[in-house]
């Protein structure tokens, strides 16, 4: 039998982030149109919300630097990623960077950026609440058009 020892740890920020990849989560691209053109950004708080009405979120970490251009969206993308698709996730996760550099992305809902990958699920939202909470905002969106592609399989962290 194997023995267990847990380790009793200071909550510190670096800590909880440590410790919270033991929660196994997808990954997702988020995307929308911000004043200046496309966002977008690689997630794993995506999370369902409400069934009815229709809802799921994500929160946005205040450090981005590209906050406000998030704050001030109507809408957002839900592109759930695949589990071979972690180019695309290192993509939209660098910052500095122009994520939609050769990605040659198409208008949905409202014009928002649609990436031309195949995924297992994309959700096109529309913002009915925002709040903040401590040093993240929430962003819960109503969901209005939703793509699935059974066989793609979604990817997974877990640690
Ligand atoms: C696996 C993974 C999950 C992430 N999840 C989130 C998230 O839920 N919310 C968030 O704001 N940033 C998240 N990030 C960080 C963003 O992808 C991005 O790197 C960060 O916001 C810095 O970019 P920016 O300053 O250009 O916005 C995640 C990054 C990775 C690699």
């Not at 014009?111 to 909470?133: K, N, T, Y």
């Not at 969901?143 to 877990?158: G, W």
Request: proline share 7%; glycine share 8%.
């Amino acid at each position: 039998m194997t023995c267990v020892s847990p380790t009793t740890l200071d909550v510190t920020p670096s800590a909880l982030r440590g410790q919270l990849a033991r929660w196994p989560t997808g990954v997702a691209i988020v995307t929308a149109l911000g004043p200046d053109g496309p966002v977008g950004k690689t997630v794993n708080s995506f999370h369902a919300t409400s069934l009815e009405p229709a809802l799921v979120g994500w929160c946005i970490d205040h450090r981005s630097s590209q906050l406000d251009e998030w704050l001030a969206a109507d809408g957002y993308v839900v592109h759930v990623a695949a589990a071979d698709q972690t180019d695309l996730i290192t993509r939209f996760a660098t910052s500095a960077s122009d994520r939609f550099a050769g990605l040659d992305w198409t208008p949905g809902l409202d014009g928002m950026p649609i990436l031309p990958v195949d995924v297992p699920l994309r959700l096109e939202c529309r913002v009915a609440h925002r709040f903040a909470v401590g040093d993240h905002t929430y962003l819960i969106g109503e969901v209005h058009a939703m793509t699935a592609a059974a066989d793609v399989v979604p990817m997974t962290l877990q640690r």
